[in-house]
């Protein structure tokens, strides 16, 4: 159903969710023991990160295929920035760590999954709307 713009918005959300895995969102040095090491931090980086960055990637993959069912996939993108959202605070706790550093072009995609999934469900609400005004029509 790829005529429909929301599945788009799903699929890039699913990829810029699973390219957080491979690529840093946060680039600097930590102190371990007293001395100064450079790490790279990434979805990779915690067992909660990967989780959360699978199944935000998931939720996209499966709210794709459930283009018949728009309520529930309506509640799937909302879960999908809920985890964002979780994943986010993870990210923050983690970079607090750090000592110095700095963000990484990479953020970008971070960044932009939470966007996809917005837009997505504004594409499944107007999908929604112009069903009920069909409707209305019979």
Same mark, same amino acid.
Not at 66 to 90: D, E, H, P, T, V
Not at 102 to 119: D, K, Q, R
């Given at each position: 159903?790829?005529?429909?713009? #929301?599945?788009?918005? /799903? ?15 946060? !680039?600097?040095?930590?102190?371990? !023991?007293?001395?100064s090491?450079? !790490?790279? +931090?990434?979805?990779? @980086? ?5 989780? =959360? ?5 998931l ?9 018949? !069912?728009?309520?529930? #996939?309506?509640? /799937? ?5 809920? =985890?964002?959202?979780? @994943?986010?605070? +993870? ?5 607090? @760590? ?6 990484? +072009?990479?953020? *970008? ?5 939470? *966007?996809?999934?917005? =837009? ?7 999908? #929604?709307? =112009? ?8």
């Amino acid at each position: 159903m790829l005529q429909r713009m #929301q599945t788009i918005w /799903l699929l890039l959300a699913a990829v810029f969710s699973f390219l957080t895995l491979r690529f840093p969102v946060y !680039n600097g040095n930590k102190l371990v !023991n007293g001395i100064s090491e450079y !790490n790279m +931090l990434s979805a990779t @980086s915690s067992l909660f990160l990967i989780i =959360l960055s699978v199944a935000a990637g998931l939720i996209a993959l499966i709210a794709l295929f459930l283009y018949k !069912n728009r309520g529930m #996939q309506q509640k /799937l993108c909302f879960a999908g920035l809920l =985890l964002f959202i979780i @994943s986010g605070a +993870l990210y923050y706790m983690q970079i607090k @760590s750090f000592a110095e550093g700095a963000f990484s +072009l990479w953020t *970008v995609f971070y960044f932009l999954i939470p *966007v996809c999934f917005i =837009l997505a469900i504004r594409g499944i609400y107007r999908d #929604q709307k =112009l069903i009920k005004s069909i409707d209305r029509l019979r």
